[in-house]
């Protein structure tokens, strides 16, 4: 009951105008970002992390929320009319949002991917309310024992989930972050490594820098890299943006399925709103009444992609706030905003800041309103955005790259950084190697060097800790579970074991 009064006093609070003007272009930028091919939701708030210095604490994380929650659902449009998503996220949306726009319903398919945003965010935002203040008081038990193992989970698992089913690839992209994280004056006693003489180097390679360029200046380069799609002009007269409310009822558990699907996905480190999607996807799927119309027009399937995707949002907010650990690529650079605007997230959040959960609640449901305000009226504007050739945008989002990393510092060197990220990333991706990892190893590096060595400090250089404190066994299990289920030959067995005892049954 508390909380609900908190959420509700929160709520309160920011309905001002200027609030409310802040919530209306941030969200429609966020879309804007979503829908145009090659613009990420990681993108959009690295590069308006740079842009919110002068904002007070609680206007720019506003904003940035408003961009994150934008921006994956603004993926759907480009997805829908497009056949290409314009986020990662939107990829299971496009399997049946593009038919449908091909057979005359691209407005009524736009209606309701919206409806399941709406849907899954909402649902999210209860769970991350409910969830969230318990999280943090067990967090407080933590100590470096278990915060290295749980950094360490979290590259793990996300190298599993996002690797295209290749999990050496994930591993090696985490790996490779974890390495990057160590150049520059370690935490402890400021000794500086892998500088390799350049002095620039000592103080280690900033996070903003390094995300603009794995996720902005590569993903120009691989849009300019890969074909436009063809857009699906509606020609049904009967096509229509509002959702029909026997359509949402008739889906409403798909609805509430993949809400708590992608919510749970969302508090799992680094794994992504692209996962909670096809999650959801899998599952609607797997207990459709209907699964033979899914890829050619399932209106259920574009319901359970969407609400999937978007409860993502909430959810991979609940590890960043509640432990610091980012649950997507987007949280992540979030994170790095909270330490910018003075705010501390980690297992001490509810003891310094009790209020900014409730806080945060608020902000996710103003953006959810205004998604769905802009979802529903701007169809036709959004096809209008789909049309703006790659030979103005790029050039423009390439510049918006660098002068957002060079506002960090006023460094030359930053932007240097961003390029090298930039071109690394582009080769990465050709090769089939996935971003998130590498990201998250950076965020996570400092967490796992700084918990070992303390952990050692503490324990006097023996291991025996690490494996046999409750936690982190706990943990432990986990990853070796989690990395034997994933070789082929382990998995095979597994299946045959349980066809085996199938058909004795």
């Given amino acids: 009951m508390s909380g609900l009064i908190d959420l509700g006093n929160a709520l309160w609070t920011l309905l001002t105008p200027i609030t409310l003007f802040h919530v209306a272009w941030s969200m429609l930028l966020g879309i804007f970002v979503g829908s145009l091919p090659g613009l990420t939701a990681t993108m959009g708030v690295a590069l308006l992390t740079t842009l919110t210095y002068s904002m007070d604490r609680d206007t720019a994380i506003l904003v940035l929320l408003c961009m994150y929650v934008g921006a994956i659902y603004g993926g759907s449009r480009s997805a829908i009319l497009l056949n290409i998503p314009g986020t990662p996220a939107s990829a299971a949306t496009a399997l049946d949002g593009y038919p449908l726009a091909r057979s005359g319903r691209g407005r009524y398919a736009m209606g309701l991917a919206t409806a399941g945003s709406m849907i899954g965010t909402l649902v999210a935002i209860v769970m991350l309310v409910m969830i969230a203040p318990p999280l943090a008081e067990a967090a407080i038990s933590f100590g470096s024992f278990e915060f290295f193992w749980l950094a360490v989970f979290g590259v793990v698992i996300s190298g599993q989930l996002t690797a295209d089913n290749k999990p050496l690839k994930g591993y090696i992209a985490g790996i490779l972050g974890l390495m990057v994280a160590m150049v520059g004056s370690e935490g402890i006693h400021a000794h500086v490594r892998f500088s390799f003489g350049f002095n620039d180097l000592n103080a280690g390679i900033a996070l903003i820098p390094a995300m603009?360029?794995?996720?902005?200046?590569?993903?120009?380069?691989?849009?300019?890299?890969?074909?436009?799609?063809?857009?699906?002009?509606?020609?049904?007269?009967s096509d229509r943006s509002l959702p029909r409310l026997i359509d949402l009822w008739r889906y409403k558990f798909v609805c509430i399925r993949s809400g708590i699907i992608g919510t749970l996905?969302?508090?799992?480190?680094?794994?992504?709103?692209?996962?909670?999607?096809?999650?959801?996807?899998?599952?609607?799927?797997?207990?459709?009444?209907?699964?033979?119309?899914?890829?050619?027009?399932?209106?259920?399937?574009?319901?359970?992609?969407?609400t999937g995707n978007s409860a993502v949002v909430p959810g991979s907010l609940i590890p960043a706030i509640t432990?610091?650990?980012?649950?997507?690529?987007?949280?992540?650079?979030?994170?790095?905003?909270?330490?910018?605007?003075?705010?501390?997230?980690?297992?001490?959040?509810m003891i310094e800041q009790p209020e900014f959960i409730s806080t945060?609640?608020?902000?996710?449901?103003?953006?959810?309103?205004?998604?769905?305000?802009?979802?529903?009226?701007?169809?036709?504007?959004?096809?209008?955005?789909?049309?703006?050739?790659?030979?103005?945008?790029?050039?423009?989002?390439?510049?918006l790259c660098?002068?957002?990393?060079?506002?960090?510092?006023?460094?030359?060197?930053?932007?240097?950084?961003?390029?090298?990220?930039?071109?690394?990333?582009?080769?990465?991706?050709q090769m089939k190697?996935?971003?998130?990892?590498?990201?998250?190893?950076?965020?996570?590096?400092?967490?796992?060097?700084?918990?070992?060595?303390?952990?050692?400090?503490?324990?006097?250089?023996?291991?025996?800790?690490?494996?046999?404190?409750?936690?982190?066994?706990?943990?432990?299990?986990?990853?070796?579970?989690?990395?034997?289920?994933?070789?082929?030959?382990?998995?095979?067995a597994v299946l045959r074991l349980f066809r085996r005892r199938g058909q004795d049954a």
Wanted: with cysteine.
């Fill in 212 to 237: 603009v360029g794995a996720f902005g200046f590569a993903e120009v380069l691989t849009a300019m890299w890969n074909r436009r799609g063809v857009l699906a002009v509606t020609e049904d007269k």
């Fill in 265 to 306: 996905v969302g508090i799992i480190p680094g794994v992504g709103e692209d996962i909670g999607a096809w999650a959801s996807y899998a599952a609607a799927r797997k207990t459709s009444e209907e699964p033979e119309k899914y890829g050619k027009g399932s209106q259920e399937g574009l319901i359970a992609a969407e």
């Fill in 402 to 429: 660098v002068i957002g990393t060079y506002a960090l510092s006023q460094r030359i060197f930053d932007v240097w950084i961003m390029v090298f990220f930039g071109i690394a990333g582009f080769l990465l991706r």
């Fill in 323 to 349: 432990l610091a650990v980012p649950g997507s690529a987007s949280a992540a650079v979030l994170i790095a905003a909270f330490f910018i605007h003075g705010i501390r997230p980690g297992p001490l959040i």
């Fill in 360 to 399: 945060i609640a608020a902000m996710l449901i103003l953006a959810t309103i205004a998604m769905g305000i802009y979802g529903l009226s701007l169809t036709r504007a959004f096809i209008q955005v789909l049309k703006v050739p790659y030979a103005y945008l790029m050039p423009v989002v390439f510049v």
């Fill in 433 to 492: 190697y996935p971003m998130a990892p590498l990201v998250l190893g950076i965020i996570l590096g400092d967490l796992l060097d700084k918990s070992l060595r303390r952990g050692l400090t503490l324990s006097d250089g023996d291991l025996t800790p690490f494996f046999t404190r409750p936690v982190s066994a706990c943990f432990v299990a986990l990853i070796v579970l989690s990395i034997l289920f994933n070789l082929p030959f382990l998995r095979r």
